[in-house]
């Protein structure tokens, strides 16, 4: 059974930084494209960062320059820094996986967090 726990959302001011964290098990990781999505109320679900096995990232034109998705294979743990956040950042961020459970199904089967509120507010 595969599972993705985001942690690190909460309210932070425009300008500061937050990490989010996804802590994935189940899941071959070290093959998996991880990325983040969000959802702002009304609005929906957008991706805005993604990393490769290979360690190679891209990023919604909404965000390059200030997130910055990372990985580590040994601790099965995708990471979204977020740096001089703005009140449009505000949403649900949401942890995905692309891959699979056993090594010899190559598929791409689609998994989800529930989900961290991120709040930029003053």
């Known amino acids: 059974q595969v599972q993705l726990v985001e942690s690190g959302g909460g309210l932070v001011q425009p300008g500061g930084s937050l990490r989010l964290s996804c802590a994935a098990s189940?899941?071959?990781?070290?093959?998996?494209?991880m990325g983040w999505y969000r959802q702002a109320p009304g609005k929906q679900r957008e991706l805005i960062a993604s990393?490769?096995?290979?360690?190679?990232?891209n990023y919604a034109d909404s965000v390059k320059g200030r997130f910055t998705i990372s990985r580590d294979n040994a601790k099965n743990t995708v990471y979204l820094q977020m740096n001089s956040l703005k009140s449009e950042d505000t949403a649900v961020y949401y942890c995905?996986?692309?891959?699979?459970?056993?090594?010899?199904?190559?598929?791409?089967?689609?998994?989800w967090g529930q989900g961290t509120q991120v709040t930029v507010s003053s």
């Open positions: 990393i490769i096995s290979g360690g190679t990232t």
């Open positions: 189940g899941i071959i990781f070290s093959r998996a494209t």
């Open positions: 995905n996986a692309k891959g699979s459970s056993t090594w010899a199904d190559y598929r791409l089967y689609d998994y």
